[in-house]
C-alpha cells in the first residue's frame, strides 16, 4: 500500500492518484484515435479500483469504463456500468458522480431506442451536475444530451442544447469535445433540412478536430460530410490512420462507406 491508498481511505471523497490518472489517459486515447487502448487503460483502472475497494476510487472508475464504451458506442456496457455506478453513489452520496451515471444511462438508453426515456434521465442528472457547481465536463454532456435530441428528431432543443456548450468553448472553457458539438450541429441543421448549414458545420468540426489531433473525432466528421454529400473518399484519410478499434462502430461505419 502507498501512500496514495492512505489518503484514498482517509478521506472518502478523495480518489486514489493512480485511478484518476488512468482515468484521464483513457479519455485522452479515445480521442487521439487509439480506442482500443483506452478500453485497456480504463478496464485497468477499474481493475486497480475494485482490489482498492476504496469507495469514491471505484466510482470514478466505473464512470470511466461506462465514458469509453459510450465513446465507442458499446451501450448495453454503459448501461450495465452506469447502473452499478448509480448504486454506489446513491449509497455513499457521491452527488457529482450519481449525477453522472444518470447522464449515461440515459444517454445509452437513448442510443439504445428509447429517447425519451433517455432524455428525461438525462435532464435531471444535468440538473445535478449544474447543482454542483461542477464546471468541468459541462460542454460533453451537452453534447451527449443533442445527441439524445438528434435520435428523439427534436431538432430545436439539440440546436439550443449545441449553443449553450459552444458559448463554453467560445468563452475560452474546455474545448476538447468542440469538433463533436459542430458535427451535432451540422447533423440537427442536417434533419432540419439545411444543408448549407450542415455542410458548414462538418467542415468546421473537421477542422478543428485536425488541429486537435483528435483523429477520431476527425472521423465522425468525415462519416456526416461523406452522408451529406453521399461520398465516402473523404473518410479515406482518417480512417488510414488507425491502426486500432476496427471492430467499433465508428470504423465499421467508415469501412463501409470504403467498401460501398
Known amino acids: 500500500m502507498d501512500c496514495g491508498d ?15 490518472c488512468l482515468a484521464y489517459t483513457a479519455w485522452v486515447l479515445w480521442h487521439l484515435g487509439r480506442p482500443d487502448r483506452a478500453l485497456a487503460v480504463a478496464r485497468e483502472s477499474l481493475a486497480l479500483a475494485r482490489r482498492l475497494a476504496e469507495p469514491y476510487s471505484l466510482a470514478l472508475a466505473l464512470s470511466t469504463a ?11 456496457q454503459v448501461l450495465e456500468l452506469a447502473a452499478e455506478q448509480t448504486a454506489l453513489a446513491h449509497q455513499h452520496q457521491f452527488d457529482l458522480l450519481l449525477a453522472s451515471a444518470r447522464l449515461f444511462h440515459g444517454a445509452a438508453a437513448a442510443a439504445r431506442g428509447r429517447p425519451e426515456d433517455g432524455l428525461a434521465e ?12 461542477a464546471g468541468a465536463s459541462l460542454s460533453f454532456f451537452l453534447g451527449e444530451l443533442a445527441q439524445a435530441y438528434l435520435e428523439a428528431r ?21 474545448s476538447f469535445y468542440h469538433a463533436e458539438l459542430l458535427r451535432l450541429r451540422g447533423e440537427l441543421a442536417l434533419l432540419r433540412g439545411d444543408e448549407r448549414e450542415a455542410g458548414g458545420c462538418f467542415v468546421r468540426a473537421a477542422g478543428v478536430a485536425a488541429h486537435q489531433g483528435a ?28 491502426t486500432e478499434g476496427f471492430e467499433t462502430a465508428d470504423l465499421r461505419a467508415a469501412a463501409a462507406w470504403l467498401a460501398a
Open 6 to 20: 492512505d489518503v484514498a481511505r482517509s478521506f472518502p471523497f478523495v480518489h486514489h492518484p493512480r485511478v484518476a
Open 66 to 76: 461506462a465514458l469509453v464504451h459510450r465513446l465507442r458506442r458499446e451501450d448495453d
Open 122 to 133: 438525462m435532464r435531471e442528472g444535468l440538473a445535478a451536475w449544474r447543482a454542483s457547481h
Open 215 to 242: 483523429l477520431s473525432l476527425a472521423l465522425r466528421a468525415a462519416l456526416s460530410r461523406a452522408k451529406l454529400d453521399d461520398d465516402g473518399t473523404r473518410v479515406a484519410e482518417p480512417f488510414e490512420r488507425f
Open 154 to 174: 427534436r431538432v430545436e432543443e439539440g440546436l439550443e442544447v449545441v449553443g449553450e456548450a459552444l458559448k463554453i468553448v467560445d468563452g475560452g472553457g474546455e
